[in-house]
């Protein structure tokens, strides 16, 4: 059986969203970031850089963090959301890694200077929501050619966009002009496991 370690946020809803998708059984821990649980030494047992998600499967003996390693897992342990066509398994695994190292930063980079900052660096907010623009035409190019990051194939490229997506449109980080990415985001949202994967462990109120 799985454990999930999370809590309502970009990176943990991937988690939730993938596991909901593929109706696996898993027990859900709420971590909670506000009050420092992550902090805990029980939990950096479990990811010495104390951040959110973390999986461990007792059937495999195998304890995960990173969030695009844990979709990577839920993947290959169930066979689905990851396509098997070699173009398109690759695709997805490039999308995957994009967010990982690309789309995720920025936007979280962005967030810290926009809304928690003590400071305001408008230099830093410039380049943050440069950024962001940049990685969002990216996206609503790729997806003005296919219905999904990978082609034609729901994958956890996709989910892992949108988890943080997910947290652009709740805090206002308006990418409806980019109408590819625009359509794509609502059209992820109609899925149920992605309706249910985002109020895990409880719905998100912003950033
Ligand atoms: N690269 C990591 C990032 C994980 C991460 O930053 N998680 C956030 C929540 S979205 C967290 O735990 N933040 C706590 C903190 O920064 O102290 C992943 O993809 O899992």
């Known amino acids: 059986m799985i454990d999930l370690y999370t809590d309502s946020s970009p990176n943990g809803f991937k988690a939730t969203i993938a596991l909901q998708e593929l109706g696996l059984p898993y027990r859900l821990h709420h971590v909670r970031i506000e009050a420092g649980e992550h ?4 939990f950096l047992a479990l990811n010495p850089h104390g951040r959110i998600p973390v999986i461990t499967d007792d059937d495999t003996g195998i304890t995960l963090f990173e969030s695009g390693a844990i979709l990577l897992y839920l993947a290959e342990k169930t066979g689905r959301l990851l396509p098997q066509e070699p173009v398109a398994r690759w695709e ?4 995957l890694q994009f967010l990982s190292s690309s789309v995720g930063p920025i936007i979280g980079q962005r967030v810290h200077f926009e809304l928690f900052a003590k400071e305001e660096i408008p230099l830093a907010i410039e380049r943050f929501r440069h950024l962001t623009d940049s990685v969002f035409s990216v996206l609503d190019s790729r997806l003005s050619k296919y219905p999904y990051l990978a082609g034609n194939e729901y994958s956890i490229a996709d989910i892992a966009h949108f988890g943080w997506t997910h947290i652009a449109r709740i805090i206002d980080f308006d990418f409806t002009e980019y109408e590819h990415m625009n359509a794509w985001h609502e059209r992820i949202s109609q899925r149920p496991a992605v309706q249910k994967g985002i109020t895990l462990p409880e ?5």
């Not at 997805?92 to 999308?95: M, P, T």
């Not at 719905?203 to 950033?207: F, H, L, M, V």
């Open 203 to 207: 719905p998100a109120t912003g950033a």
């Open 92 to 95: 997805a695994i490039k999308w």
């Open 39 to 42: 902090r805990l030494p029980k």
